[in-house]
């Protein structure tokens, strides 16, 4: 069974930064590829990146490209999304999710993993 658990999330002005970070446990993190997702009040469940088994290939959502980094740290079976000039359009609960194969997914049915969530507020 494996278990993620974000951290990491706030309140921050628009044009500001967060960390958030998802530590997995429970079963080997290496052979996963693993992606964080936002949901929005009354709106679906969104890929914002996602990032292979291997570190090698990162994958954004249009709107995140440019300001958002997502990396992973095998070692310490943590990944990141480091969340930079933030906007108020990127208020959400953000979800880290897992799948146990070596491609990225970005729809949310391609995750049988997923955390708690994490609360982000960007205000204005």
């Known amino acids: 069974q494996v278990q993620l658990v974000e951290s990491g999330g706030g309140l921050v002005q628009a044009g500001g930064s967060l960390r958030l970070s998802c530590a997995a446990s429970?079963?080997?993190?290496?052979?996963?590829?693993m992606a964080w997702f936002r949901q929005a009040p009354g709106k679906e469940r969104e890929f914002v990146a996602g990032?292979?088994?291997?570190?090698?290939?990162?994958y954004y959502t249009d709107s995140v490209k440019g300001r958002f980094t997502i990396s992973r740290d095998k070692s310490k079976n943590t990944m990141y999304l480091e969340m930079n000039s933030l906007k108020p359009e990127d208020t959400a609960v953000y979800y880290c999710?897992?799948?146990?194969?070596?491609?990225?997914?970005?729809?949310?049915?391609?995750?049988?993993?997923w955390g708690q969530g994490t609360q982000v507020t960007v205000s204005s």
């Open positions: 429970g079963r080997t993190f290496s052979s996963a590829a």
């Open positions: 999710a897992a799948r146990y194969s070596a491609s990225v997914y970005s729809t949310p049915s391609g995750y049988p993993y």
């Open positions: 990032i292979s088994w291997s570190g090698g290939n990162t």
